[in-house]
């Protein structure tokens, strides 16, 4: 399975190319009720569980034939995130530097889930990244064990909103904190009362650069999952506002980097596919986007796939059709 994939669109950051650091299925050590990558397969507390992970030469030399076919010129950054969670990888920083000796000034970012932030070589290894995006959507433990349904052995969210202040005060990039916003149909929500306020609280105490105000717009989570209105999310953005200037809060809806992406040059789009909705649902026109090609040419390959077999569609609640792998 290849490990660089993309660029994808993103609208945090714009043409985003992705290095995924998982071999085979979702290994991680939450398993999140919201995760576009449905349920965790592997469930592990540490590095030390995994029986194999990619390593820095297969990294540099997919990086390398990317860089010599595509080159670098249409893509915003580069970002650590797959298939679980990439902090797992106990070569992360050897990676990181080779990956940003290759891709020079482009930025190189990390989406992690913050869990292994109470390790001290894990952040010792996240230092090597100049964005550090960590994921933070409860401020109490019964929050937290509703919402990223955390893997045996890992710390309690209190420890981990500690690990993550202690790392700001070592870091010197750029630390981001995303918090996802949402309801269930069984009466929970962090997007008010008690669970809002710690929420809030939280992101105060770890004060990042950035805080992410997001929700599951993607399908591929649990059933029961809600998405937040744009309303409310703004609304959540007021909250946030009491502490954080409007230049350091990125509202979904709001904030877009997607419109800014230039158009890029793909060779293979049946192979660019598969590789992307591998790692992320997408609509017609968000694959459309990302290949810079007119959307009747990706219903041919999303198609041409299905009907090998190999991708399916699902309706998000909105409505909307979105294809990923079929598993």
Not at 40 to 68: D, H, W
Not at 218 to 238: A, D, H, N, T, Y
Request: charged letters at 30%.
């Amino acid at each position: 399975m290849p490990v660089v994939y993309g660029p994808v669109l993103s609208w945090r950051f714009g043409r985003s190319l992705g290095i995924d650091l998982i071999i085979g299925e979702k290994t991680c050590t939450f398993n999140c009720i919201y995760c576009q990558l449905g349920r965790t397969a592997q469930c592990v507390s540490g590095p030390e569980e995994l029986k194999e992970y990619v390593r820095e030469n297969e990294v540099e030399e997919e990086l390398r034939k990317y860089i010599a076919e595509e080159g670098l010129n249409y893509i915003d950054v580069v970002t650590f995130s797959g298939t679980g969670e990439p902090t797992l990888n106990p070569k992360l920083g050897t990676i990181a530097r080779k990956v940003k000796e290759l891709v020079g000034d482009k930025p190189i970012v990390i989406l992690t889930n913050s869990s292994l932030f109470y390790r001290r070589d894990v952040r010792k290894a996240l230092l090597n990244f100049d964005i550090v995006v960590t994921k933070l959507d409860a401020g109490d433990e019964k929050a937290y064990r509703i919402i990223n349904r955390p893997c045996r052995g890992k710390p309690s969210i209190k420890t981990i909103i500690e690990s993550i202040a202690e790392f700001k005060s070592e870091y010197r990039g750029k630390l981001m904190v995303q918090s996802m916003f949402l309801h269930t149909n069984f009466g929970f929500t962090n997007c008010r009362g008690k669970h809002l306020a710690q929420l809030v609280e939280a992101i105060v105490k770890i004060d990042p650069d950035i805080v992410q105000v997001d929700t599951p717009y993607r399908p591929g989570g649990e059933k029961f999952v809600i998405p937040v209105s744009l309303k409310e999310l703004r609304e959540i953005g007021e909250s946030l506002g009491k502490y954080f200037s409007k230049d350091r809060m990125w509202i979904f809806g709001i904030h877009d980097k997607r419109k800014l992406a230039a158009s890029v040059r793909i060779g293979d789009y049946k192979e660019r596919v598969s590789e992307i909705i591998k790692r992320r649902p997408c609509r017609l026109q968000d694959l459309a986007d990302m290949l810079g090609v007119d959307i009747e040419t990706v219903q041919k390959v999303v198609e041409e796939l299905i009907g090998e077999g190999k991708a399916c569609r699902i309706k998000a609640q909105s409505g909307e059709t979105y294809y990923t792998v079929k598993t």
